[in-house]
């Protein structure tokens, strides 16, 4: 199991599959430590197709808050967003898109509906 570490726990895919498409890879993201794993999020990869689709990374089913033994993970404006934007963002070649579901992040939602959302990288 690979993966990489963030505030003292591993955050890594799992159940790694092909989508509906043989340029489409989903994977399941989990969070680890000594003891346990707790879901965290989907990400769906499409690698792109030529010479009209650019390639893009979607996340969701999103899990607001991840309850472990040791300390509760608030996934909204943590170290790990802010670990797996960057990350994808970086592998993305220029035309590529990320897509994100607020669904579970009330503050980011309403902004959004209401167009007052600044992005900041930091």
Known sequence: MKGFV???LKIYSKNVSTGRFREEVNLDIYLKNRVEEQFLLYIKIFHYRKPCL?????FFGISKQ????????NYFDSSF????????SKS?????????????????RKQLEFGNLQLSHG
């Not at 650019?54 to 979607?58: F, L, S, T, Y």
């Not at 991840?66 to 509760?72: G, P, Q, S």
Request: hydrophobic share 40%; glycine share 10%; no cysteine.
């Open 81 to 88: 967003e802010y670990f797996l934007l960057s990350h994808f």
């Open 54 to 58: 650019k390639p893009w990374v979607e």
């Open 66 to 73: 991840v309850k472990m033994v040791v300390k509760t993970i």
């Open 92 to 108: 993305l070649t220029p035309g590529g898109k990320i897509f994100v579901g607020y669904n579970n992040d009330e503050k980011t």
């Open 6 to 8: 963030i505030d003292g």
